[in-house]
């Protein structure tokens, strides 16, 4: 064989040997790599997401490695979840807001805040309730629980205030702040404590005649009338102040005292006028009120639930008191009865005006106006009310005549009924018109 034959076979030889070596050292290398990867995919497959996306990062596979970022991810909200769940709130919110803008953790962490803003409520915890919902405003009920948790923190305060614990109650207002009618009743528990250490000039058990035993109370006199204040009087006590009308003063020793001498009284502390309202109504408002204000004093009740009667005239006294009340000393007027005021309704100079309507409108008085029939939207003064927005209830009234509208209340439960005790009467001696801006009584029902 020819030498240079020779040296071509040998080259070929040797081309095919490193060609056969270069491709067993690709496909090593292909194994090596497929090995890795499969390597990477069972740490993925087994959880372990760091160690996953390390080797995806080597191995240059982004995509992959992304993956791994979205799955740790998805493993803390997650964990962050069972937090949620177990009640670890502050940890639980830590751990959504790690989480930056993944899905929805932003909206989770608030949650944590009104969750945790949940156990205080159940746990009687309202101010602190109330104090973190304010950091969370817009997030989906935050709104109505913290009214929730206010209105649980008025009604402890109100509870103190109702007891005569003023220390507590001054203390449960302040920590309230403005809600509902908070300053006033605060400003009113100051009050009651200046009068408590200064006293007073005209206390209630003045004369000989102060404490006649009645069984189910005892009955003052006053220069005003008579004050009636029931045995079990306490937080439950209601108030009441009648203005007889300008015939009516003997309604005071008579019907009124027939009313005290009933075996079941109402539970309500009563300051029963002896003068009709008529004249200088601001005056003997003003003076009623302090001498009920003083007898709650000297008995250890808070005056509240106040309902105001007026008979005849005596119905613009009553009205003018709900309006007065709230304006000087923010007492809201449970509700105003007048009884056969019939004609006076004309006299507009005595009504209220559409500012003092607009008082009792806002102080959520309710009135009943008991009549004989006739009376309603065809009066001005009515109108007026209704229009600004007041509740006014027309009572037609079967029975006769000024007296019988006025007895047939006491026997048939009214008063009882607005003082807080039974159900409204409802019998053939009444019938009920609610009025509102379209209505027609009486032209029409």
């Not at 060609?19 to 090596?32: D, E, I, L, M, V």
């Not at 309730?129 to 206010?150: F, K, M, N």
């Not at 003076?287 to 005056?303: G, H, K, M, T, V």
Request: aromatic content about 12%.
């Amino acid at each position: 064989m020819k030498k240079g034959l020779r040296i071509l076979i040998a080259a070929l030889l040797l081309a095919a040997l490193g060609y056969g070596g270069f491709a067993g050292w690709q496909y090593w290398k292909a194994r090596q790599w497929q090995d890795t990867v499969a390597a990477a995919e069972a740490l993925y497959l087994a959880e372990d997401y760091p160690a996953a996306r390390e080797a995806f990062t080597a191995l240059g596979l982004e995509e992959r490695a992304r993956d791994c970022d979205g799955q740790m991810l998805r493993l803390r909200y997650e964990a962050a979840e069972g937090q949620l769940e177990r009640g670890e709130y502050l940890d639980a919110k830590e751990a959504f807001l790690a989480l930056g803008y993944y899905r929805d953790a932003e909206l989770r962490a608030r949650e944590c805040d009104y969750r945790r803003a949940q156990s205080y409520k159940d746990g009687g915890r309202f101010t602190d309730a109330v104090t973190l919902l304010g950091t969370i405003p817009d997030y989906p009920g935050a709104a109505e629980l913290q009214a929730d948790c206010r209105d649980a923190l008025y009604d402890l305060a109100l509870e103190a205030t109702y007891a005569c614990r003023l220390d507590e109650a001054i203390a449960r207002w302040n920590e309230l702040g403005d809600w509902r009618d908070s300053e006033s009743l605060k400003r009113r528990c100051l009050s009651r404590i200046t009068a408590m250490n200064e006293g007073t000039d005209e206390p209630v058990r003045y004369s000989e005649y102060a404490g006649r035993d009645l069984g189910t109370g005892t009955l003052y006199y006053h220069r005003l009338g008579l004050i009636f204040v029931p045995k079990d009087a306490g937080p439950e006590t209601s108030c009441m102040i009648f203005y007889p009308g300008g015939y009516d003063e003997a309604l005071a020793n008579g019907y009124l005292n027939e009313y005290l001498y009933a075996p079941d009284p109402p539970n309500s502390l009563m300051l029963l006028c002896y003068a009709n309202g008529y004249g200088d109504m601001a005056a003997k408002v003003e003076d009623s009120y302090r001498a009920l204000e003083q007898a709650a004093l000297e008995n250890n009740i808070f005056l509240h639930d106040l309902v105001l009667c007026g008979a005849s005239m005596g119905a613009y006294t009553a009205c003018q008191g709900a309006a007065q009340l709230y304006e000087e000393y923010g007492i809201c007027a449970k509700a105003v009865l007048t009884f056969d005021a019939g004609m006076h309704w004309e006299v507009e100079s005595h009504t209220l005006t559409p500012a003092q309507c607009d008082s009792t409108a806002k102080a959520g008085t309710r009135f009943l106006l008991l009549e004989g029939g006739g009376v309603g939207m065809n009066k001005r003064a009515i109108e007026l009310m209704v229009a600004h927005g007041n509740d006014v209830t027309i009572v037609e009234c079967a029975a006769a005549g000024h007296y019988g509208i006025i007895y047939d209340a006491m026997e048939y439960g009214m008063i009882d009924w607005a003082l807080g005790k039974g159900e409204r009467p409802v019998n053939g001696n009444y019938t009920y018109y609610p009025l509102n801006r379209q209505s027609t009584y009486p032209y029409g029902h």
